[in-house]
Nanobody, 122 residues
Framework: QLQLVESGGGLVQPGGSLRLSCAVP??????VGWFRQAPGKEREGVSC????????HYADSVKGRFTISRDNAKNTVFLQMNSLKAGDTGTYYC?????????????????WGQGTQVTVSS
């Protein structure tokens, strides 16, 4: 069972930026996704990146603001979040894709990390 570890969360003002990191053992073998869960809401898919990094997937709510990337040499996947809004507040999780193609479906992922908290507030 892989153990993924998220980091980089924090408190930021609206319009600000954060970069989240996800440490993934043996990353070159896996596609990885980011999810988030706001208080009282279900977990939702945010972004996903293929093994090669050539294909990425974003939820409509974050397109143009968030960028997913990967550094296989460092076994790390990043989520650069710009122009943050209050609605981006939540716990952010990364996980390994177990399906053939990137998706925003929780059932297509496994080996979830513990999460990192992102709070967007003035």
């Amino acid at each position: 069972q892989l153990q993924l570890v998220e980091s980089g969360g924090g408190l930021v003002q609206p319009g600000g930026s954060l970069r989240l990191s996800c440490a993934v053992p043996r990353l070159p073998y896996y596609a990885v996704g980011w999810f988030r869960q706001a208080p009282g809401k279900e977990r939702e898919g945010v972004s996903c990146i293929s093994i090669s990094g050539a294909n990425t997937h974003y939820a409509d709510s974050v397109k143009g603001r968030f960028t997913i990337s990967r550094d296989n040499a460092k076994n790390t996947v990043f989520l650069q979040m710009n122009s943050l809004k209050a609605g981006d507040t939540g716990t952010y999780y990364c996980a390994i894709l177990t399906a053939p193609l990137c998706s925003g479906l929780e059932a297509d992922f496994a080996s979830w990390g513990q999460g990192t908290q992102v709070t967007v507030s003035s």
